[in-house]
C-alpha cells in the first residue's frame, strides 16, 4: 500500500506562522490557510491520481491548520468554506473544486471588509476621535473609510500588552492621515473622556452576542459604557462561531509566559504564576453595534444572521468522515 500524498511545505509554513503569530489577525489568518489549502490541492493532485488519497491529505492539511491557535472561528470558518466545497469523482476536479473555492473566499474576504468598513464609516462623524485596542483590519476599514467620506478623524491607541499590537494600529491609522495618541493599556479609562468611540474587531463572536476579542477589550467595554462611550465591534461574517449556536462555548487561547515577563525578571521576583490568555470575552450588554458587512445588528440579534448563514450547526470537513466529533468546548471568560 502506498502512503498518502504529504502536508505541502506551504501548509507547514503558514501554519507555524499562524502559531508563531508572525502571521496574525483573524481575516489575515482566514486569508492565510484558503491559499495554503489551495497550494496543497495543487501540490497533492500533481502527487496522486487516487481521489480518496486526495481527499484524506487535503483534511489532513485542513487539520494542520486547525490545530494552530483555537479561538479566531475564522480558520476553522475558512476550512469550512474550502474543504466542504470539496467535490469531484477524479482529482483533477476535487483540486478544481477546492481552487475555486479558495479564490472565491478570499474575494468575498476583501469584499466584506470594504462593505463593513462602509458601514461603520456611517457610524463616526466628522471630527470624531475613536479608541482603539489591539490590531483589526475590520475596525480599521471602518476609519479608513469615513476618512474617504472626508472626515476627519483622530485615535487614542492602546498599546494592548503583551504584544504591543497597538503599534501596528498606530502606523496604520499615520498612513491613513489620522492623529494617533498612543497611550498604555492602564490609561484607557482616563482618556475615555477625550473618546466619541470604542472601535474594535472581533476573533469569534458567540450566538448570544458575546464578542471574543483581545484580552483587555471586556475591561474596555465596562468603561466606556461606564463613561457612555459607544461601542463598535468591526465584525465580518466570518467571525460569527457557528458551534455556540449549540451550545458549545468558544476556547480562549492561553499563550506563553514569555511573552509576558522575560526570564530575568520572573527569576529575580521569585516564585509565581504567569498567565497569559490572549483574549476575553465582552458580554453582548456592552456592545452597542456590530458591525457587519450585512449590516450593522445590535449583539442580541446576530444569531439570527449565523442561523441563516451557517444553519443549525456546523459542518467540520477537515474530520474524517467517520471520526465521532471532537468537542470544541474549552474555557471561556
Ligand atoms: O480580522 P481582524 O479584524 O484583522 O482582527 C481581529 C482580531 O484578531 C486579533 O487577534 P490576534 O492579534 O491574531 O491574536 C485581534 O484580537 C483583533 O481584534
Known amino acids: 500500500m502506498t502512503s498518502d500524498p504529504p502536508i505541502s511545505d506551504s501548509v507547514e509554513s503558514t501554519a507555524a506562522d499562524i502559531a508563531s503569530m508572525e502571521t496574525r489577525g483573524a481575516a489575515t489568518i482566514a486569508g492565510a490557510a484558503a491559499d495554503a489549502i489551495a497550494a496543497q490541492a495543487r501540490e497533492t493532485a500533481d502527487e496522486t491520481a487516487d481521489p480518496e488519497a486526495f481527499e484524506r491529505t487535503m483534511r489532513r492539511a485542513g487539520r494542520r491548520l486547525y490545530d494552530t491557535r483555537p479561538t479566531a472561528v475564522s480558520l476553522p470558518n475558512a476550512l469550512r468554506y474550502t474543504l466542504g466545497r470539496m467535490e469531484g469523482d477524479d482529482v483533477d476536479t476535487l483540486r478544481d473544486s477546492v481552487v ?8 468575498r474576504l476583501d469584499r466584506a471588509q470594504r462593505d463593513l468598513g462602509r458601514v461603520g464609516a456611517n457610524r463616526l462623524r466628522d471630527g470624531d476621535t475613536v479608541m482603539t485596542h489591539c490590531h483589526s483590519t475590520d475596525a480599521l476599514s471602518c476609519v479608513e473609510h469615513a476618512v474617504e467620506q472626508g472626515k476627519d478623524i483622530s485615535a487614542i491607541v492602546k498599546e494592548t500588552r503583551p504584544r504591543n499590537q497597538g503599534h501596528i494600529t498606530a502606523a496604520q491609522l499615520r498612513e491613513l492621515g489620522v492623529d494617533v495618541t ?10 475615555l473622556d477625550d473618546a466619541d468611540h470604542v472601535v474594535v474587531g472581533a476573533d469569534s463572536i458567540a450566538a448570544d452576542g458575546g464578542v471574543v476579542n483581545k484580552i483587555g477589550t471586556s475591561g474596555l467595554a465596562v468603561n466606556a ?4 462611550v459607544p461601542i463598535m465591534v468591526a465584525a465580518q461574517t466570518i467571525k460569527l462561531h457557528p458551534d455556540t449556536l449549540t451550545g458549545h462555548t468558544v476556547e480562549i487561547e492561553m499563550r506563553d509566559e514569555a511573552e509576558v515577563i522575560d526570564a530575568d525578571a520572573r527569576e529575580e521576583i521569585g516564585e509565581i504564576t504567569v498567565e497569559n490568555p490572549a483574549f476575553d470575552v465582552t458580554p453582548p450588554r456592552y456592545v452597542d453595534a456590530i458591525v457587519t458587512e450585512s449590516g450593522q445588528f445590535p449583539p442580541e440579534s446576530i444569531v439570527t444572521l449565523m442561523r441563516e448563514l451557517f444553519g443549525e450547526s456546523a459542518d467540520r470537513p477537515w474530520e474524517e468522515p467517520d471520526a465521532t466529533t471532537t468537542d470544541t468546548a474549552g474555557p471561556t471568560a
Do not use: P
Open 182 to 191: 498612543l497611550i498604555v493599556d492602564s490609561a484607557a479609562r482616563r482618556y
Open 100 to 107: 475555486a473555492a479558495t479564490t472565491a473566499f478570499t474575494d
Open 225 to 228: 459604557r461606564e463613561r457612555g
